[in-house]
């Protein structure tokens, strides 16, 4: 059974940081490029970061652009997103995903995701 499991979530204050991980069971991640998605309370699901097979490539929400930086350790079928400078608007659920590139969901099928929230 194939199947994506988030955690490192957790509550912080606005500049703090987290790093997310999300382990992969049932296929192996090296022939997928990985990417993190997020969904803020009312609002749709939206890409934030995607990492190629092999790590050569990645792309980010401009939103994200320079506070988050996504990884990969396929030895270990897990993926990670590092969030620093962490601000209320990051507040959300935090899902991984294969993805078709650069940003398109693989799978409707989505883990629970791991909650992020950013408060004073």
């Known amino acids: 059974q194939e199947q994506l499991v988030e955690s490192g979530g957790g509550s912080v204050q606005p500049g703090g940081s987290l790093r997310l991980s999300c382990d992969a069971s049932?296929?192996?991640?090296?022939?997928?490029?990985m990417g993190w998605f997020r969904q803020a309370a009312g609002k749709e699901r939206e890409f934030v970061a995607v990492?190629?097979?092999?790590?050569?490539?990645?792309q980010y929400a401009d939103s994200v652009n320079g506070r988050f930086t996504i990884s990969r350790d396929n030895a270990k079928n897990t993926v990670y997103l590092q969030m620093d400078s962490l601000q209320p608007d990051t507040t959300a659920v935090y899902y991984c995903?294969?993805?078709?590139?650069?940003?398109?969901?693989?799978?409707?099928?989505w883990g629970q995701g791991t909650q992020v929230t950013v408060a004073a």
């Open positions: 049932g296929f192996t991640i090296s022939t997928y490029d």
């Open positions: 995903n294969r993805v078709i590139w650069p940003r398109m969901p693989f799978t409707a099928a």
């Open positions: 990492i190629s097979r092999a790590s050569r490539y990645t």
